[in-house]
C-alpha cells in the first residue's frame, strides 16, 4: 500500500531564505508525482507535475525533483516571499491506479 | 468552464439528514475525482470516474456514500444518514485524459454535521 511522508510538517523562515521541502514514498512504482499549494479554507493549487521518467521540473522560483528508485520528491523554493505562505502538497499515482495519495502537507510561514 | 467548480461552498445538516454536493469539472475532462481532506491531514480519495462510469470507488467509506456522474460531465456525491465525523471538506478534481494527467481541483464543499 502506498504511503506518503512529509517532512518536516511546519517550517517558518525569513522572507528570502532558499527552502526545501521533502516527500518520500513507500512504492517506488508510480506514474507521476504533483505539488500541490493549499492555503487555510481554500481548494488545491497545482504547482508542478513530474512524470515518472522525468527527474525534475522548473516553474519560476519553484524546483521539483523526483528520485523515484529511492522514493523521494524535493520542492526547492528560492528567494521565499510572504506570500509564499501556506501548505504544500505532495501527491503521487502508483502504476495500475489512477487514484493520487496525498501526504499530510508541510505547512511554511514565509516571515516579512 | 475554467476551472473546476463545486456547489455548495458550505453546507451544514442536521445528523441523520441527506446530502447532495456538486461537482462541475473543466470542460473537456474525463476523469473526476473525490477527496474528503480532514482538518490538518492530506486528502483522502473517494472515488474516481472515467467518463460515467466508476473506475475505482474503492475509497468510499461505507454504504452511505454513493458518486454519480450520469452524462459523464457534472458529478454529484450523496451521502445519506448522515453523522458527525462525515464532517470535512468534499474536494472533487478533474483530468484531462485518461491515465494519471494533471489533476485541477475546485474550491471544495466544507460540511458541517450537526
Known amino acids: 500500500k502506498q504511503e506518503v511522508t512529509q517532512i518536516p510538517a511546519a517550517l517558518s523562515v525569513p522572507e528570502g531564505e532558499n527552502l526545501v521541502l521533502n516527500c518520500s514514498f513507500t512504492d517506488s512504482a508510480i506514474y507521476n508525482l504533483q505539488w500541490f499549494r493549499q492555503d487555510p479554507g481554500k481548494g488545491l493549487t497545482s504547482l508542478l507535475l513530474i512524470q515518472s521518467s522525468q527527474r525534475e521540473q522548473t516553474s519560476g522560483r519553484l524546483n521539483a525533483s523526483l528520485d523515484k528508485s529511492s522514493g523521494r520528491s524535493t520542492l526547492y523554493i528560492a528567494a521565499s516571499q510572504p506570500g509564499d505562505s501556506a501548505t504544500y502538497l505532495c501527491a503521487v499515482t502508483t502504476s495500475g491506479t489512477y487514484k493520487y495519495i496525498f501526504g499530510t502537507g508541510t505547512r511554511l510561514k514565509v516571515l516579512a | 468552464g475554467a476551472g473546476v467548480s463545486q456547489t455548495p461552498s458550505n453546507k451544514v445538516t442536521e445528523k441523520g439528514k441527506y446530502v447532495e454536493l456538486r461537482c462541475d469539472p473543466i470542460s473537456g475532462h474525463t476523469a473526476l475525482y473525490w477527496y474528503r481532506q480532514s482538518l490538518g491531514q492530506g486528502p483522502e480519495f473517494l472515488i474516481y470516474f472515467q467518463g460515467t462510469g466508476a473506475a475505482d470507488d474503492s475509497g468510499l467509506p461505507n454504504d452511505r456514500f454513493f458518486a454519480v456522474r450520469p452524462e459523464g460531465s457534472v458529478s454529484t456525491l450523496k451521502i445519506q444518514r448522515t453523522e458527525r465525523g462525515d464532517s470535512a471538506v468534499y474536494l472533487c478534481?478533474?483530468?484531462?485524459?485518461?491515465?494519471?494527467?494533471?489533476?485541477?481541483f475546485g474550491q471544495g464543499t466544507r460540511l458541517t454535521v450537526v
Open positions: 478534481a478533474s483530468s484531462r485524459d485518461r491515465g494519471p494527467t494533471e489533476a485541477f
